[in-house]
């Protein structure tokens, strides 16, 4: 699987995406389950149409040949690739030449692997502080080593969502670091909350929240969109007055998770199942 890693990695970007996008097509045409899941989801949110849903396929199917790619290629091979919206340099700035520890949201939008390289190169490289990354270990023990080691960068540290991955979390967080987390993941029982998300309930996680209040973190949301030379970081700092009710607080990020979503639809990953009942979890109508 390393090898196979490689060798991806070793195509040209764009040659890759075009590959991706070409068998997300496939998939979406002859995989019922996955279309359907594609095309409710859509639904859910009042944008579906059939332009819209062979877009997210063709996007999707980019979307799971970049990791590889960025997993593959040095650091600055990949910062090549990359640049921030002008309007997002002063909210980073401001932020990050601050001691105030972060929270870093980034849905399932475009590549959110690059966005922790774009900060540690910028604005972190040369000092102690430390962007902590929560990734979900694989089920299957080929992929552990690659997921983990592949986000391992100087000034990043990957947190497995486990107790050990927290404690390096709460440390980092601690020292004035930095947290990336998927908040549009779905969490295990006990770990989240019901709140709507595009009128419907769906189980969501209350750990990002948790960590802004208990450190008097600032909020960011980023998204990293997908552009034909790479990619292109867009941040917005949340503003809202955490109150430590978990459901109103809940509701409010699945707000803004919302509206960063309909920024670039079109490279969500709308196939995940994200309103699925976690085992243990009474699901909430």
């Not at 279309?35 to 199917?61: C, D, F, H, M, W």
């Not at 600055?76 to 929270?103: K, N």
């Not at 947190?159 to 979390?169: F, T, Y």
Request: positive net charge; proline residues 6%; charged residues 25%.
């Amino acid at each position: 699987m390393e090898f196979l890693i490689y060798l991806i990695s070793r195509l040209p970007l764009n040659l890759l995406r075009s590959i991706g996008r070409f068998v997300g097509t496939l998939i979406y045409r002859f995989d019922s389950a996955y279309r359907q899941e594609i095309n409710k989801n859509l639904t859910r949110a009042g944008i579906y149409s059939p332009a819209l849903a062979y877009e997210v396929a063709r996007e999707q199917g980019a979307q799971a040949v970049e990791a590889p790619w960025v997993w593959g290629r040095t650091r600055q091979q990949v910062l090549e690739r990359c640049c921030i919206d002008e309007r997002s340099l002063p909210i980073l700035d401001e932020a990050l030449g601050s001691a105030r520890p972060i929270v870093f949201l980034t849905p399932h939008i475009g590549c959110y692997e690059v966005g922790p390289m774009m900060v540690a190169e910028r604005w972190l490289k040369g000092t102690n502080r430390q962007f902590a990354i929560l990734y979900r270990v694989p089920r299957k023990s080929y992929l552990r080593k690659i997921v983990g080691e592949g986000r391992v960068s100087e000034n990043i540290v990957p947190a497995s969502a486990d107790l050990k991955g927290v404690r390096q979390i709460l440390r980092i967080m601690k020292a004035g670091g930095i947290a990336g987390i998927l908040p549009d993941q779905v969490p295990s029982h006990g770990e989240g909350v019901w709140a709507p998300l595009f009128g419907e309930k769906a189980y969501t996680m209350t750990f990002p929240l948790k960590l802004a209040k208990q450190f008097n973190a600032q909020i960011i949301m980023a998204r990293m969109e997908r552009e034909p030379q790479g990619w292109r970081m867009h941040v917005q700092s949340w503003d809202y007055q955490l109150t430590g009710d978990e459901k109103q607080d809940v509701t409010a990020m699945n707000r803004l998770i919302e509206e960063t979503i309909l920024k670039r639809p079109e490279q969500y990953l709308w196939s995940y199942k994200r309103y699925k009942c976690p085992r243990g979890v009474q699901r909430e109508l």
